[in-house]
């Protein structure tokens, strides 16, 4: 499947629908050359590259409610609602291994996206960059407000969705003509500008060219939605989002409703599969 990417949006625990369209992907051997995502899309994208199904679901559902993987109590202790630690260390050396041998030796193109805070442009790091403790995806996950700036490579990161939420233009960029793109919202849905411009002003008022990219993310993010859906029109990609309301927030820790994102996932990529195939022949 040359020249075909998989592009992954994020959306926090709406994340859990990627995780069921990647569940099918799994079960059906259909792997991609060419992946990228942002935050919680790049972030379920490396249990689908090592190979490893129902990893993604045994993770989030098993520590959803464990206050060391979300809370306020982590928020305070450790100044990230998300204990990065915890998620990008513990829990794939510890608890629930990550099989880091057959993800570092795929042979697939893995681009992370984040934003840099002194430019407020996206960057993208491979996966040979992702670094000991997958510092590209705590960077790429890591919310403004929510989340501490990682420093890493020389950059100072937030969450990839800032500048970046649908990283389609940088795989057509890198070449790709056709895309299957996985969203986290539902058909129709648009960006709203935000409500806490003038914390957001104050808290990286040191980062000017970051504060204009949060204010214009709204008008981005619709821009980029037009584009994907003039691309499916055109036939150069293949949109695959919930088919059901969305119950599930950014922060969601209710299981039952996880669970119920995670299979309307699985079936939405299910009843796409004919369709996907015949597209990437």
């Known amino acids: ?62 520590y959803v409610k464990n206050w060391r993987y979300m809370s306020l109590r982590s928020l305070f202790l450790n100044k990230s609602y998300f204990g990065m630690d915890f998620i990008f260390d513990e829990i794939p050396n510890k608890h629930v291994f990550f099989d880091f041998e057959t993800f570092h030796n795929s042979p697939c193109n893995f681009l992370v996206g984040a934003t840099d805070c002194q430019t407020g442009k996206p960057i993208y790091l491979s996966k040979e960059e992702m670094g000991d403790k997958f510092e590209a995806l705590r960077a790429s996950a890591s919310l403004p407000m929510l989340s501490p700036i990682v420093t890493y490579k020389g950059y100072k990161l937030l969450d990839g969705g800032i500048s970046d939420s649908i990283p389609i233009r940088k795989s057509i960029q890198d070449g790709n003509i056709k895309n299957i793109i996985v969203l986290t919202r539902n058909k129709g849905y648009r960006k709203k500008p935000g409500k806490f411009n003038k914390l957001l002003k104050l808290t990286y008022r040191h980062y000017p060219s970051l504060v204009e990219t949060m204010l214009n993310r709204y008008k981005v993010y619709n821009k980029t939605l037009d584009l994907i859906e003039q691309l499916e029109e055109d036939g150069k990609a293949i949109i695959i989002r919930p088919s059901k309301e969305l119950d599930v927030g950014r922060l969601e820790k209710d299981p039952r409703k996880l669970y119920g994102l995670l299979h309307n996932g699985y079936n939405d990529a299910k009843d796409v599969y004919s369709k996907m195939m015949k597209f990437v022949s």
Do not use: H
């Not at 020249?3 to 569940?23: A, D, F, N, P, S």
């Open 1 to 62: 499947m040359e020249k075909i990417g998989l592009v992954l949006e994020g959306g926090g625990m709406r994340g859990l629908y990627t995780c069921g369209v990647l569940e099918w992907f799994m079960e059906n051997d259909l792997y991609f050359k060419y992946i990228i995502g942002v935050s919680a899309g790049a972030c379920n994208a490396v249990s689908y590259i090592s190979k490893q199904p129902g990893r993604n679901e045994e993770v989030i559902i098993n």
